[in-house]
C-alpha cells in the first residue's frame, strides 16, 4: 500500500511492514489538535495498530493533553512514578541488566480495565540499538486453524502481575534504573479475560495471551494451562505478524493494546536511553 494523505488534514500515513505498523506525517502532535486530525489519527491507528511519528517535541502536559483526546489517562498500578501519577519515565543507564518490557507482551494485562493504548516518546536515544517490536494479534489469531479457534472459543485466561512487581520481581526491578513495586504493601491483581478478545471498535478478534502477565487458563491449573498457552503466547510474534520501529529523540509510538503486544529489543550495553508514557484508558475485554 502506497502513502495515504487525507485531504482535509495533510497527514500522510504510510506503512511501515505487512503485518502492521505505518508512519504519520504532517502533524504536530505537541500542537491543539482539531477533530479531524484526531480522527484522522484515530483511524490510521485502528487500521494499523501501531502509528509512529518523528521529529516531535512536546513537554508532559501537552503529552497528557494527547493522550485525553482519544480518552481518559491511565494511571499505572505498580511503577514507582517520579512524581507524577499520569507519566511513566522509562530509563536505561549504563550497567542496566534489566529493562522495561523485555518480554512480549500487552499492557497491564492483570486489569479488570487493561488500556486501550499508549503513546511513548523517545526524549534520549543511542545512535543505534534499543528498538521496539510489535505484533498484530488479529493476524495472530486469524492464521489459526479452524479447530484451534473452536478450542478457544469461550475459553479464558487468568492475568497476573506477580510476573513483573512483587516479591518475584524483586531482582528484575533492583537491575534497573525503571522501579516497580516490589515493597510489602504490594498486592497481587489478577482478572480472567477472555484469550480471543472481541476490539470494541473494529469487530475483529485478536489473540489475547502474553508472557509478562498470562499465567493460566482459567479453571485449569497452571502446569495444565502451560503447554498450550505457551505455544500460543509464541505463536503470537511469529515474524510475519511482526513490525520493528527504530527510535530517534523525538519519535513516538502509539499502539492499540487492544490487538497488538510488543517488546523491548535488550541490546543495549553502555548508553542511556530515556523515553516518556502515558496511557489512555480503556475498556473490559470481551
Known amino acids: 500500500m502506497s502513502d495515504v494523505a487525507n485531504s482535509q488534514t495533510g497527514i500522510t500515513v504510510a506503512p511501515v511492514a505487512g ?3 505505518a508512519e504519520v506525517s504532517g ?8 477533530d479531524a486530525e484526531v480522527a484522522a489519527i484515530r483511524e490510521a491507528l485502528l487500521q494499523h495498530c501501531v502509528i509512529f511519528f518523528r521529529d516531535q ?3 508532559t502536559e501537552a503529552h ?5 483526546r482519544f480518552g481518559d489517562i491511565f494511571v499505572h498500578p505498580f511503577f514507582i512514578s517520579d512524581g507524577d501519577p499520569e ?3 522509562i530509563v536505561r543507564e549504563p550497567g542496566d541488566t534489566r529493562i522495561v518490557g523485555e518480554d512480549w507482551h500487552s499492557d497491564t494485562q492483570m486489569m479488570a480495565e487493561p488500556p486501550m ?3 511513548l516518546i523517545a526524549l534520549e536515544v543511542p545512535e543505534y540499538g534499543g528498538d521496539t517490536l510489535f505484533a498484530n494479534q488479529y493476524l495472530a489469531y486469524e492464521a489459526l486453524s479452524d479447530g484451534m479457534k473452536r478450542m478457544l472459543d469461550g475459553l479464558k485466561a487468568v492475568n497476573s502481575d506477580r510476573l513483573v512487581a512483587g516479591p518475584a520481581a524483586a531482582e528484575r526491578s533492583a537491575s534497573r534504573a525503571t522501579k516497580a513495586r516490589t515493597d510489602d504493601g504490594w498486592r497481587e491483581t489478577a482478572n480472567a479475560h477472555p484469550v480471543v478478545r472481541t476490539h470494541p ?3 475483529r478478534k485478536a489473540l489475547y495471551v502474553n508472557h509478562s502477565y498470562t499465567i493460566r487458563f482459567d479453571g485449569m491449573s497452571e502446569d495444565e494451562s502451560r503447554p498450550l498457552l505457551d505455544w500460543l503466547m509464541d505463536w503470537g510474534h511469529r515474524p510475519e505478524f511482526t513490525c520493528r520501529f527504530r527510535w ?3 519519535s513516538v509510538a502509539f499502539w492499540d493494546n487492544r490487538c497488538s503486544k510488543h517488546i523491548a529489543v535488550d541490546d543495549i550495553r553502555d548508553a542511556r536511553r530515556i523515553m516518556r508514557r502515558v496511557q489512555i484508558a480503556g475498556d473490559r475485554p470481551y
Not at 502533524?27 to 482539531?34: I, P, Q, S, W, Y
Open 19 to 21: 503485518a502492521l505498523g
Open 57 to 59: 517535541v512536546f513537554d
Open 87 to 89: 507519566i511513566v519515565t
Open 248 to 250: 530517534r529523540a523525538g
Open 27 to 34: 502533524v504536530d502532535l505537541g500542537a491543539e489538535l482539531g
Open 64 to 68: 497528557k493533553r494527547l493522550a485525553r
Open 201 to 203: 471498535e473494529t469487530g
Open 117 to 119: 493504548g499508549a503513546i
